[in-house]
C-alpha cells in the first residue's frame, strides 16, 4: 500500500513540475491572435520571443507594415512614438545568442533558423535585413501564403485562433492605399496605430475557452 502511494504522489509531483506548453495571444483593437511556437524547429527564435513577451517588450508597438495578400509586420519598439518615418529600424533579441555585444543587448540578434515549415496564412516568421543572422524583434504573420519567402525566413509559430484578425488589420487605410505613388518609408504603415500587447499564456486555458 506504501508503495503504491509513493507511486501516486511520484506522479502527481512529476505532473506539477512538466513544464506546460505555452501560446502567446497578440491582442489588437480588432481581436486577439492565439500563436502555438514551433521550438523543435526554431529554438532560439522561439526563446527569443517569449523572452521579450516576458519583458512586455511588445506592449504598445504597432503592426507598422501591413500587405494585402502579404503580410502584418511588427514588433520595433520605435513604432511606440509619434515618428512614423523610422518604424521598422528597431529591435533587439530577447537574449544574447552569440550575435552583436554580449554587454549591449540593443546588439543582439539571433542566427537564422531556416526551415521547412512552409510560410501559409497565419505563419508567425521573424523578418530580417539582407544578413541572414539580423532577426530580432520585428516579426511578421502571413495574411497569404508567400512560398517565395519558404527557407528564406525563419518560422517559428502558428496562428492557431483568430485568423480574421489579420484580415481586418491588413486592410488597415495606409498612405500607399490612398495614393498608390507615394514613396515615403511609412507608405504600408496604417494612418491608425494598430497598438498590440503580448502575453503568454498556458495552452489548456486557450483550449479551456
Request: proline share 5%.
Amino acid at each position: 500500500m506504501r508503495k503504491i502511494f509513493l507511486i501516486i504522489m511520484f506522479g502527481v509531483v512529476f505532473m506539477s513540475c512538466a513544464k506546460e506548453d505555452k501560446v502567446a495571444i497578440i491582442s489588437t483593437q480588432y481581436g486577439d491572435m492565439v500563436v502555438e511556437f514551433y521550438e523543435d524547429v526554431a529554438p532560439m527564435h522561439v526563446e527569443s520571443f517569449k523572452a521579450l513577451a516576458d519583458e512586455g517588450y511588445f506592449d504598445k508597438t504597432t503592426f507598422h507594415r501591413v500587405i494585402p495578400g502579404f503580410v502584418i509586420q511588427g514588433g520595433d519598439p520605435n513604432s511606440k512614438d509619434e515618428n512614423r518615418m523610422n518604424d521598422g529600424t528597431g529591435g533587439r533579441a530577447g537574449k544574447f545568442f552569440g550575435i552583436g555585444r554580449e554587454d549591449d543587448p540593443n546588439s543582439w540578434t539571433i542566427p537564422a533558423e531556416f526551415n521547412d515549415k512552409d510560410h501559409v496564412k497565419g505563419t508567425l516568421s521573424m523578418a530580417r535585413s539582407k544578413d541572414p543572422n539580423s532577426g530580432s524583434s520585428q516579426f511578421f504573420v502571413c495574411h497569404a501564403a508567400t512560398p517565395q519567402l519558404n527557407k528564406q525566413y525563419t518560422v517559428f509559430g502558428q496562428v492557431i485562433k483568430g485568423l480574421e484578425v489579420i484580415d481586418q488589420i491588413v486592410y488597415s487605410d495606409t498612405p500607399r492605399k490612398q495614393n498608390p505613388g507615394y514613396s515615403g518609408p511609412d507608405g504600408d504603415n496604417p494612418l491608425e496605430k494598430v497598438e498590440m500587447e503580448v502575453k503568454l499564456v498556458n495552452r489548456s486555458d486557450i483550449e479551456a475557452n
